[in-house]
């Protein structure tokens, strides 16, 4: 009787401290796996947030024109960024009274339709201030003759269309020669001009039918 209830002592025992030791294993296993889950969770919240971050800063600022120069180009009408966007860039040009005098060189070099039917360029575009930096004789001269008017209007276009974030670099012109544009962001400039004076992007990105425009404070000097 006596060896009966001090066996059964002893089962008891054993199952109760097997029930303990198992409750043990568990909520230290439990623990150690809500800690590993946490350390994942941070480790993939942080990835996403750093590829959130580089993602953004890959992002240009805005697809709308940019620049200083922008608010002297109508609000509306065909000659505004809205109306400008369905026409061929000559046209479009035409429309805007920023770009007059460069509209006038295009038509007495006979581009107009070499333009207007291109297919996706850039132009850097001179705005009438960049045509009146130029001495009016050593103007005159460059618009009566053909060849050289010719050469530098073309320098002006790049094949293809350029987003901001690919402005920057030296770019290959209709004229067959190079141009090299530095900046970044807003903020671009050509170091070759007829004056000698860096010429800077005043109003960018502005879109026509066919080109992405960039209008600019003087006229560039082909290199070729």
């Known amino acids: 009787m006596t060896n009966t209830l001090t066996r059964g002592i002893l089962l008891a025992s054993a199952s109760t401290l097997a029930v303990t030791l198992s409750a043990c294993g568990s909520s230290d296993s439990g623990s150690a796996d809500s ?116 050469a530098i209007l073309t320098h002006h276009v790049i094949e293809g269309r350029l987003a901001p974030e690919e402005l920057a670099g030296t770019h290959t012109t209709l004229n067959g020669d190079q141009v090299t544009i530095e900046g970044t962001g807003e903020e671009f400039t050509v170091a070759q001009t007829v004056t000698g004076t860096p010429a800077s992007v005043i109003c960018g990105n502005v879109q026509t039918a066919n080109a992405t425009v960039y209008i600019v404070d003087q006229v560039l000097a082909p290199t070729a």
């Open 35 to 150: 800690s590993a889950s946490s350390d994942t969770s941070s480790s993939a919240a942080g990835s996403a947030a750093e590829e959130s971050t580089s993602s953004s800063s890959a992002m240009p600022a805005s697809d709308e024109p940019f620049g200083a120069g922008c608010t002297a180009v109508p609000a509306d009408g065909e000659g505004s960024f809205t109306g400008m966007t369905d026409d061929p860039v000559a046209t479009a040009a035409s429309n805007n009274p920023v770009l007059s005098t460069l509209v006038t060189a295009v038509t007495q070099a006979n581009l107009v339709d070499a333009l207007n039917s291109a297919q996706d360029v850039t132009v850097i575009a001179p705005a009438n201030p960049a045509f009146e930096a130029i001495p009016a004789d050593q103007l005159q001269a460059v618009l009566a003759d053909n060849a050289q008017l010719t």
